[in-house]
């Protein structure tokens, strides 16, 4: 079973039809007994980084988070959810993540073209870095679906794709079991779907 972590911000039930779809059980859930019995878990988010951290530590779950990870079983960070689980973030002040993954996170209005728009919306192809078990059923310039102000940043070590939007910007990164997603799988058709897939094969 995959518990989706409800800590009040998060596309969350869009995420819960798309392991339906591949025919998995997914609940979304705030009960740490859930999320301790828990097969994976899903760090989702969408929002400001610091409201979010604040959130994740308020409920209680930054700590239980950590301590998942610690015991070996797979996370997965969406989106701001995958921000969440670095070190610190610059977005609106500094703001201390999750430390699962080293790194910080970034405006990506200091490395890309200022002509281009911001946030980066739209479909863009993975660029293969290193090998990734989330990579499982993916074939070369498969897209997927980005929605963001922020990167992740100072992670060379971690980054397993990037995605081009005049600078390479980091599109997903692994440490161990926790892995992150800076694109939305839930919403990247065929392509999100198998990466789910692969996730829950981990």
Request: charged share 20%; net charge negative; with cysteine.
């Amino acid at each position: 079973m995959i518990a989706i972590i409800d800590y009040g911000v998060g596309n969350l039930f869009s995420l819960k039809s798309s392991f339906a779809a591949i025919g998995q059980e997914a609940v979304v859930t705030a009960d740490p007994g859930v999320i301790r019995s828990a097969d994976r878990l899903i760090l989702p988010g969408v929002g400001a980084f610091g409201d979010a951290a604040e959130k994740l530590s308020n409920s209680g779950m930054a700590e239980l988070v950590r301590r998942e990870a610690g015991a070996g079983k797979p996370i997965m960070g969406i989106c701001l959810g995958m921000q969440l689980l670095f070190d610190k973030s610059y977005e609106y002040g500094e703001h201390e993540g999750l430390g699962l993954i080293h790194g910080t996170i970034r405006p990506i209005a200091d490395v890309i073209d200022p002509s281009l728009k911001i946030p980066h919306i739209g479909w863009n192809a993975l660029i293969v870095k290193k090998p990734s078990k989330l990579f499982k059923y993916l074939s070369d310039g498969d897209c997927v679906y980005f929605v963001h102000s922020y990167y992740a940043a100072d992670c060379a070590e971690s980054t397993t794709a990037t995605a081009g939007y005049s600078a390479e910007l980091t599109a997903s990164v692994e440490n161990g079991n926790v892995y992150g997603c800076q694109f939305h799988p839930e919403k990247s058709g065929e392509v999100g779907l198998k990466i789910l897939k692969a996730f829950c094969e981990i």
